[in-house]
């Protein structure tokens, strides 16, 4: 019978290999699709090959870069078969539109690896960009940025819905081939290259219509200014998606790389060898287009063609992520276990009490995301041990992949979740502490205070729903009044008692049960 059961739960699961052959990489992952429509990332990674770079006079891929890829996507292919029942998926854009040998190579993949190619337009790599950054970033309108090595698709998102989009042949690959960036970069290059920026920027038709937006930048480019931010600022943060700059510290990082030579590049942590050759041409680019769209603040993507590819496959088997983050968390709460019921409990009281309480909180309406991936995955660290859960909740919530946060506002959730009864400031905060925000430790506190009563109220007194109990504020007290059953249990022997302390210091008031 338990094998029967076993061999049922393996014949749901299907595993999908996704290739992205780029003008700069080739980069792969492998996910797990479970049959009740969830998912599980396994693994990823990339090999630069730059196929973009080199053409040789007949505007063809040369016979060595062929084989290089070859060889990769056998070593891809290869990581793919220790997983049970993997398709493949591969995609190719910029570096094989242009190849003139272009057929004969993805003929070739196949023959040799069994792995058909889809050769992309632009207009379907500008489509990717978007599927990965509707699923995958809490943003209702923006203009998405997908810099390659080849071409850069630029996508207007207008309230989640994808309005206009179009690709240009330029790229970081191109701009170093066609500019003197390698070294540092002098005035009269860089004059030339800002005026053939907002030459191709022209036939952004859309572009006026598009101010003021964020900007959502997929590619090497921002992801490598992003890894050097956090070394720079020691921020101890391990994810870039949906890391954050203001347009001017874009142009400050801009200013100090321009005049640097390539040896100095080198040296720079979180820059490598290979983008360093690359970084001072794209990243002016990027500068001009920031300042062309007016782009109120620009927000990295880690996910692109990739992820689209596999959330293009999910929307095609009717499913939508209208809500990142809640998208993200049911996974998480499905793969480990976690007794979802009692997590939704959890939230609907804190969130309960919030509303009553928001006249004394300082409240900013990011908070409401942030509590509410702490209250969902208040219990997580169980899944490691009910020993230091408290422990082990903060360091998977802050590791976990949260679609719709930034790194500080994970941070703050793995924060709120985890503050003890007695409302002692973790001591994990150290970990953190670099990247949050002043203030931060104060309105966590709060939260993780009124997260920490709705835990004692489900517990203990065994709180359905928020119309079990209500909450009023009044000459300097916080008056929590029970229904039903719940009325008569007793008060000064549970944890709620416990977090009076914790009123009067974060709050100002008294906490009393009526």
Request: proline share 2%.
């Amino acid at each position: 019978m338990h094998d029967s059961v076993y061999s049922d739960e393996q014949a749901a699961i299907r595993h999908i290999g996704i290739m992205d052959i780029g003008s700069n990489s080739a980069r792969y992952m492998i996910a797990k699709l479970f049959a009740n429509r969830t998912f599980h990332m396994l693994d990823q990674g990339k090999e630069t090959i730059r196929l973009g770079a080199g053409y040789d006079e007949e505007g063809s891929i040369p016979n060595q870069k062929v084989d290089e890829l070859l060889s990769v996507i056998h070593r891809f292919k290869q990581l793919g078969s220790n997983y049970q029942r993997c398709e493949w998926i591969a995609v190719t854009t910029a570096a094989m539109r242009k190849a003139a040998n272009s057929e004969h190579i993805v003929r070739r993949i196949y023959e040799e690896t069994g792995i058909t190619v889809q050769m992309i337009s632009g207009d379907s790599e500008a489509y990717l960009d978007y599927v990965a950054v509707l699923s995958t970033v809490d943003v209702q309108d923006a203009v998405i940025m997908d810099m390659g090595g080849g071409s850069t698709e630029f996508i207007w998102m207008e309230n989640r819905q994808f309005k206009e989009s179009i690709s240009l042949p330029v790229g970081a690959l191109t701009i170093a081939e066609d500019y003197e960036v390698e070294d540092a970069l002098a005035a009269d290059t860089e004059t030339y290259l800002r005026s053939m920026t907002r030459y191709w920027l022209r036939h952004v038709h859309w572009l006026k219509e598009a101010q003021e937006l964020p900007l959502v930048a997929i590619g090497g480019t921002l992801r490598t200014l992003a890894k050097m931010d956090i070394d720079e600022r020691e921020y101890g943060v391990d994810s870039l998606h949906h890391y954050e700059f203001m347009p001017e510290e874009v142009e400050g990082w801009h200013q100090r790389i321009k005049g640097m030579d390539l040896e100095e590049k080198q040296a720079l942590p979180g820059l490598s060898k290979d983008r360093a050759a690359i970084l001072t041409g794209s990243l002016t680019f990027i500068d001009e287009c920031l300042l062309r769209f007016a782009s109120s603040k620009v927000m990295v993507s880690a996910k692109g063609v990739r992820e689209g590819v596999l959330f293009d496959m999910l929307r095609g088997e009717g499913i939508h992520i209208d809500h990142p983050l809640k998208f993200s968390i049911y996974h998480l709460q499905h793969r480990l276990g976690l007794n979802r019921k009692q997590a939704d409990r959890v939230w609907q009281l804190t969130d309960a009490l919030i509303h009553e309480l928001k006249p004394v909180l300082g409240w900013e309406e990011e908070w409401k995301r942030i509590v509410y991936a702490a209250a969902q995955l208040h219990d997580i660290g169980v899944s490691v041990s009910h020993m230091e859960r408290e422990r082990h909740t903060f360091y998977m919530i802050r590791h976990a992949e949260l679609y719709g946060l930034t790194p500080r506002q994970i941070a703050l959730s793995a924060l709120v979740a985890t503050m003890d009864f007695k409302h002692k400031v973790p001591r994990e905060w150290a970990a953190v502490e670099a990247i949050l925000q002043p203030g931060d430790q104060v309105m966590a506190a709060k939260m993780g205070l009124l997260m920490r009563l709705a835990l004692d109220l489900t517990r203990t007194y065994g709180c359905q729903v928020a119309e079990d109990m209500s909450c009023i504020v009044k000459d300097g007290e916080v008056v929590i009044t029970l229904q039903g059953a719940a009325a008569h249990m007793p008060w000064r022997a549970t944890e709620m008692y416990g977090l009076r302390a914790g009123f009067r210091r974060w709050l100002k008031r008294e906490l009393k049960l009526s």
